[in-house]
């Protein structure tokens, strides 16, 4: 019995020393874990902010040139109708001349409408413009749903507006923001394909890039973001470009 005493405690020693350490080792394991999520939430948040951000500026900045030519046609339309006006009168008033001098010159009505085409071509462009703008307002206040519809409508109708190549990269805006990613990326793809000099070119490039890795189609994400990077590597797209990139390093893509 008292051989025995001693081993009993040194088993008892060595049991209050693994008690003793275990906890401690589990509760850093546990910070490390803690810390390396709080790590990659740092990482998710701050690239969906600045993504966030980024969208907001080009909306805000798109918006305020659409107003500028909205309000630039509309006073060109208030010309042309002053214009119209003023012939209409001058045709009055040589009418009323020939008139009293006993002559019949039906010849300058054909002159009175000249201005009426002038002004039909200029409402066309207000009323083009007032449709890329209702869609646009759409998106920006967030009714996606309105938005898809209103810049396919536009689409439709004025498939060779000058404003046809942002109104088909907005559109893939709204599908990716509604996370309908196979659509963004065909209408994405669709902005460099077919309006190859359209300034929309490097953020649709960009997206493309973004809704390959939505997809989990890795190398085509590579691919894309790696030319962004090499086409306009002084863009605020090709700083979004390397954060990308740089994730799908951390993540082993």
């Given at each position: 019995?008292t051989?025995a005493?001693?081993?009993l405690?040194?088993?008892v020693?060595g049991?209050?020393?693994?008690?003793l350490?275990?906890?401690?080792?589990?509760?850093t394991q546990?910070r490390?874990?803690?810390?390396?999520?709080?790590?990659v939430?740092?990482i998710?948040?701050?690239?969906a902010?600045?993504?966030?951000?980024?969208?907001?500026?080009?909306?805000?900045?798109?918006?305020r040139a659409?107003?500028?030519?909205?309000e630039?046609?509309?006073n060109e339309?208030?010309?042309v109708?002053?214009?119209?006006?003023?012939?209409y009168?001058?045709?009055?008033?040589?009418l009323?001349s020939l008139a009293?001098?006993g002559?019949?010159q039906p010849?300058p009505?054909a002159?009175?409408?000249e201005?009426?085409?002038?002004e039909?071509?200029?409402?066309?462009?207000?009323d083009e413009?007032a449709?890329?703008?209702r869609?646009?307002?759409?998106?920006r206040?967030?009714?996606?749903s309105?938005a898809i519809?209103?810049?396919?409508g536009?689409?439709?109708?004025?498939?060779d507006?000058?404003?046809?190549?942002?109104?088909q990269y907005?559109l893939?805006?709204?599908?990716?923001v509604t996370?309908?990613?196979?659509?963004?990326?065909?209408?994405f793809?669709?902005v460099?394909r077919?309006?190859?000099?359209?300034?929309?070119?490097?953020?649709?490039?960009l997206?493309?890039?973004?809704?390959?890795?939505?997809?989990?189609q890795?190398?085509q994400?590579?691919?894309?973001?790696n030319?962004?990077?090499q086409r306009?590597?002084d863009?605020?797209?090709?700083r979004?470009?390397?954060q990308?990139?740089?994730?799908m390093?951390?993540e082993?893509?």
């Open positions: 019995m051989a005493t001693p081993k405690r040194l088993i020693l049991a209050l020393c693994l008690a350490v275990w906890p401690g080792t589990a509760l546990s490390d874990v803690q810390q390396r999520l709080e790590r939430e740092r998710i948040d701050g690239e902010f600045q993504n966030m951000a980024q969208l907001i500026q080009t909306l805000d900045q798109e918006n659409l107003r500028g030519e909205l630039t046609l509309r339309l208030d010309l109708r002053n214009r119209q006006r003023e012939l009168m001058d045709l009055d008033r040589r009323e009293q001098d002559v019949a010849a009505a002159q009175a409408a201005p009426e085409f002038g039909v071509v200029v409402d066309a462009l207000v413009r449709a890329y703008q869609a646009f307002d759409t998106l206040e967030g009714r996606h309105a519809e209103g810049f396919r536009f689409l439709e109708t004025y498939p507006s000058h404003l046809a190549a942002n109104a907005w893939g805006e709204a599908y990716y996370r309908d990613f196979a659509q963004a990326l065909e209408t793809e669709r460099p077919a309006y190859p000099n359209s300034d929309k070119i490097p953020d649709a490039l997206k493309i890039g973004f809704a390959h890795y939505e997809l989990g890795w190398e994400a590579r691919t894309a973001l030319q962004v990077v306009f590597p863009g605020t797209v090709a979004l470009a390397n990308r990139l740089a994730r390093r951390d082993g893509r």
